[in-house]
C-alpha cells in the first residue's frame, strides 16, 4: 500500500537538498502543496436517511471550499456541489453543509449554512442542522447531554438550540412559527384537499390527504415541480396521511433536491398543518410523530407562539478528502496586446486585466486657447491659428474610480489577485489622486471577483508640523480623503519630512513586514506612488493604442501629444505605446513621428527621467531605451510647489469650466495645461512657418476630487458664480 502523500512530501523536502536542485525542490514542494491546498477534509453524515457532505470551514479548515464558496454568484460553487451530490459517480449526497465561524453578537459555535444538491441554498435544514449538532459533539469528546447554539439562515439569521442526548438521538429548538396561512385547495386531481402554507424558517407547503386517499398513488415529484413556478424562490411541498391523533406519514419533495428519505424542517411544517386541520379531536398541546421512509421523526409544539422542539436520529457515516477545484477566477480577465502595438519589444505582456475603468474614454475637439486669452495673452490667439487641440477624457474613466490611475491599477490589481494577495499598501500625499482610486478599486474588487477581502493601506504624507505633538492629528474628510475613507482603507500618515527622506516605496516595504508580523496581511501587495511600475505603466501604453484607433476611426491623426507626468508612469507608458504604433504615429500613417511631451508637476525633472529609465528598464526586452528616446521633452511646471496654485493657475481651471464644462485639478492636470499651453503660445508667437494647422493632444488626468481638498483661499479672488438672497416674495 501506498504511503500517504505527505510522507512523499516530508522525504523531499528533507532528501532533496542533497542534489543540489533547488529548482527541482522549488517546483515538486510548490506542487504538492499545491495539491494539499485543493483538497478539502468532509465528512459524510446522515439524518434519517437524508445524507449530507459536511465541510468544516472553521479555524481555516477547508480554504479550498471557502474560496470556491464566495463563487456561488457565477454557479462555480453550485456546479461543485451538484458534482460531489451525484450517487454514482461521486460522494453522492442529498445536499452540502458547510460550517463557518459565527458573528451572531449572542455568540454560537458555529454558523450552519445548507445548500441543496443542485447548489441552491435553503434557509434551514432539520435533519443537517441534528446532523452538525452530533458532529460537534463527537469532535469535542464531551460527555452527553452535549449542548450548542448553531447560526442557521439566509437573510435572516437565527440561533437555535440543539442537544445529544444520552440515548444519541439529538434534539432541536427551531423556534416559532415564522408564518402560516389555511386554505381548502382543488389540487390537478379535482379532489378537496386541505392545504397549508408555513414558513418555519424555510417555505413549506403541507397537503392532507382525504381518508380515501394513498401516499403511494400521489405522484409528489411531478406535483411539487409544477409548484415551484407559482413561488419566486421556489416552495417544500409534502403530502400527508393522517393514521391516529399522534402519528401521522409523509413524502417531502425538498426545492432544489427532489423527494427525500426525511426532511426535518417539513416534520415541523407538518405539525403546525395538524393544529391547523379541522379535525373534531384538535389537539390543545402537539405531540405528533412524523414517519417517513427513512425513519421516525418526533414534533412537539405549544401552539400558537410556542418554540416547535424536534428530536430525531442523525449519525455520522464516513469521513474522506475531496479534490477541489480552482476557480476559474480571472479567466474573463484575459489579456492581449492590441495588435496595433509591436508586442515583440516588451520584456514581458501582461495576461489579465481589470474593467474597473470605462474604456475607451471620449477623444473630443478641446477650445481652450480663447478662454486661456485674458491671462495668456496675445500668445493664445496665435495658438488657436496655430494649433487644432483635442483632449482625451480621462477624467472619465468612471466616478470614484475617475483618472488615470484607475487605467494602471487595472492591471496591478489583477496582479495582485492573482497573486493571491490580501492587501495592498501604497503612498502618496494626503489628497492623493491614487490613493483614492486604489482604495475604490479594492472594495470594488472584493465584492465581484475574489474570495478573500483585499484590503487597502494608505501611507499618506503630510506636513511636518501636522504630526508634531505625537497624537494622531484630525485629519478630517475633504476631497481624495474622504471618498479612500469611505472605500474602508487605513490610513497611516507619515511626515513630508519622513517620506522624503525613506522614499515611499521603503515606507511601504517597512509597513508590509509589520502587518504580517502583526498577522494582519499574509501576503502583502506593494505598489509604488501612482502604481508606476513597469507592469503599471501598460495601462497607458493601451490607452495609447486606444487613441490610435480612435484617431483611425475620426480619419485624423496627432502631430504631438502632452501628457502630466507626476510620478512618471503614464508619461513614459504612453510614450512607450505610441513609439510601439507603426510609424511612431497616431492615427493615420503619413507624416513624421507623434512627439509626446510630459509635463512634470511633482518632481524635478531629473528625477523623472530616472524613475522613467528605471521603469523602461523593466519594460523593454533588447533594445534598451531610455526616456529621452520616447519623450520628446520633459518640462519642469512644479511652479510655486507641488499641489500649490499661482492665480493664473487657478483663473484657468476657471476658464476652463466655464467654457467648455470640463474641470481640471489644481494638482496635476491644471498645472500641466497651464503649461502645455504656454508652450504652445511661444511656439505660435516665435516666427515658426506658418501652414497646415498642426493636431495636438492633452491628455487630462482627472483629479476632480483634488477640487475638494484644495486650499480654497485662492479661489476667493476668482469671479465664481454669485451668490445671493432669494428676494421674490
Request: with cysteine; net charge neutral; proline share 4%.
Amino acid at each position: 500500500m501506498p504511503a500517504p502523500i505527505h510522507q512523499y512530501y516530508y522525504f523531499l523536502k528533507k532528501n532533496i537538498h542533497s542534489y543540489n536542485c533547488a529548482a527541482v525542490n522549488d517546483f515538486i514542494i510548490k506542487y504538492i502543496r499545491d495539491l494539499f491546498q485543493q483538497m478539502a477534509t468532509f465528512v459524510k453524515v446522515s439524518g434519517l436517511g437524508n445524507d449530507y457532505v459536511v465541510f468544516d470551514c472553521r479555524q481555516g479548515r477547508c480554504p479550498s471550499v471557502s474560496i470556491l464558496l464566495r463563487y456561488r454568484h457565477r454557479n462555480v460553487w453550485k456546479a461543485f456541489v451538484a458534482e460531489i451530490s451525484q450517487r454514482r459517480t461521486s460522494i453522492g449526497s442529498d445536499g452540502v453543509i458547510v460550517i463557518g465561524k459565527s458573528e451572531h453578537p449572542n455568540g454560537a459555535s458555529c454558523r450552519m449554512r445548507i445548500f441543496n444538491s443542485d447548489g441552491s441554498e435553503a434557509e434551514l435544514c432539520c435533519n443537517g442542522l441534528r446532523c452538525i449538532a452530533k458532529y460537534l459533539s463527537q469532535e469535542s469528546n464531551d460527555a452527553l447531554p452535549f449542548e450548542a447554539l448553531v447560526e442557521t439562515g439566509m437573510r435572516r439569521r437565527t440561533l437555535r438550540k440543539v442537544v445529544v442526548q444520552a440515548t444519541g438521538l439529538v434534539r432541536a429548538n427551531l423556534g416559532k412559527v415564522v408564518h402560516w396561512e389555511q386554505h381548502v385547495v382543488v389540487a390537478r386531481f379535482a379532489t378537496s384537499r386541505s392545504m397549508h402554507e408555513v414558513n418555519v424558517g424555510n417555505p413549506h407547503l403541507v397537503y392532507f390527504l382525504r381518508d380515501d386517499e394513498t401516499l403511494a398513488e400521489c405522484d409528489l415529484e411531478e406535483f411539487a415541480a409544477d409548484k415551484q413556478s407559482d413561488y419566486e424562490n421556489g416552495i417544500n411541498v409534502s403530502f400527508v396521511k393522517r393514521i391516529d391523533p399522534a402519528t401521522v406519514k409523509a413524502r417531502t419533495y425538498e426545492r432544489g433536491s427532489g423527494e427525500t428519505n426525511a426532511c426535518g424542517s417539513a416534520a415541523a411544517a407538518i405539525a403546525v398543518g395538524c393544529w391547523l386541520q379541522p379535525w373534531e379531536d384538535p389537539p390543545e398541546h402537539i405531540d405528533v410523530s412524523v414517519l417517513y421512509r427513512g425513519g421516525k421523526i418526533h414534533m412537539s409544539w405549544q401552539p400558537p407562539h410556542g418554540d416547535l422542539v424536534q428530536t430525531g436520529q442523525a449519525s455520522i457515516l464516513f469521513s474522506g478528502v475531496v479534490n477541489v477545484p480552482k476557480p476559474p477566477q480571472l479567466e474573463q480577465f484575459a489579456y492581449k496586446l492590441p495588435p496595433s502595438l509591436n508586442a515583440s519589444r516588451f520584456a514581458f505582456l501582461p495576461k489579465i486585466k481589470f474593467n474597473l475603468s470605462n474604456l475607451p474614454t471620449p477623444l473630443e475637439k478641446f477650445d481652450v486657447f480663447k478662454a486661456a486669452a485674458p491671462f495668456l495673452g496675445a500668445s493664445m490667439l496665435a495658438a488657436d491659428k496655430r494649433f487644432e487641440c483635442w483632449i482625451k477624457r480621462d477624467d472619465l474613466t468612471g466616478a470614484a474610480l475617475s483618472g488615470n490611475k484607475i487605467r494602471k491599477l487595472d492591471f496591478c490589481l489583477a496582479d495582485a489577485v492573482e497573486r493571491n494577495c490580501d492587501v495592498v499598501i501604497t503612498c502618496g500625499g494626503i489628497q492623493s489622486n491614487h490613493c483614492r482610486a486604489t482604495a475604490v478599486a479594492c472594495a470594488r474588487i472584493k465584492s465581484w471577483i475574489k474570495p478573500q477581502e483585499l484590503k487597502a493601506h494608505l501611507i499618506l504624507r503630510v506636513p511636518d508640523n501636522i504630526l508634531e505633538g505625537g497624537a494622531t492629528p484630525d485629519v478630517g474628510f475633504s476631497g481624495n480623503l474622504l471618498l479612500a475613507r469611505f472605500a474602508g482603507a487605513q490610513i497611516h500618515l507619515v511626515s513630508e519630512t519622513e517620506y522624503h527622506k525613506e522614499g515611499g516605496f521603503e515606507l511601504v516595504k517597512r509597513l508590509a513586514q509589520r502587518l504580517i508580523k502583526e498577522g494582519v496581511a499574509k501576503k502583502p501587495c506593494c505598489l509604488p506612488s501612482g502604481a508606476s511600475n513597469a507592469l503599471g505603466s501598460f495601462g497607458y501604453i493601451h490607452c495609447a493604442a486606444e487613441v490610435h484607433h480612435q484617431c483611425l476611426d475620426l480619419g485624423i491623426s496627432f502631430d504631438a501629444a502632452y501628457v502630466a507626468c507626476g510620478s512618471v508612469g503614464t508619461a513614459v507608458g504612453f510614450a512607450l505605446g505610441v513609439d510601439s504604433l507603426e510609424g511612431r504615429r497616431l492615427g493615420v500613417a503619413g507624416g513624421s513621428k507623434t512627439c509626446v511631451h510630459a509635463v512634470s508637476v511633482c518632481d524635478p525633472v531629473e528625477d523623472a527621467i530616472d524613475d522613467g529609465n528605471s521603469i523602461l528598464d523593466d519594460l523593454i526586452k533588447s533594445d534598451k531605451i531610455v526616456a529621452d528616446d520616447i519623450l520628446t521633452s520633459i518640462t519642469d511646471a512644479i511652479g510655486v510647489g507641488y499641489a500649490k496654485s499661482t492665480p493664473e493657475e487657478l483663473q484657468l481651471l476657471h476658464a476652463v469650466a466655464l467654457e467648455t464644462g470640463i474641470f481640471l485639478d489644481p494638482v496635476y492636470s491644471g498645472k500641466a495645461l497651464y503649461d502645455t499651453l504656454k508652450q504652445l503660445g511661444a511656439e505660435a508667437s516665435n516666427g515658426s512657418k506658418q501652414g497646415e494647422k498642426k493636431r495636438v493632444l492633452f491628455v487630462h488626468t482627472g483629479g476632480i476630487f483634488g477640487l475638494y481638498g484644495a486650499d480654497t483661499r485662492g479661489f476667493a479672488a476668482l469671479e465664481l458664480g454669485s451668490v445671493e438672497r432669494f428676494r421674490e416674495y
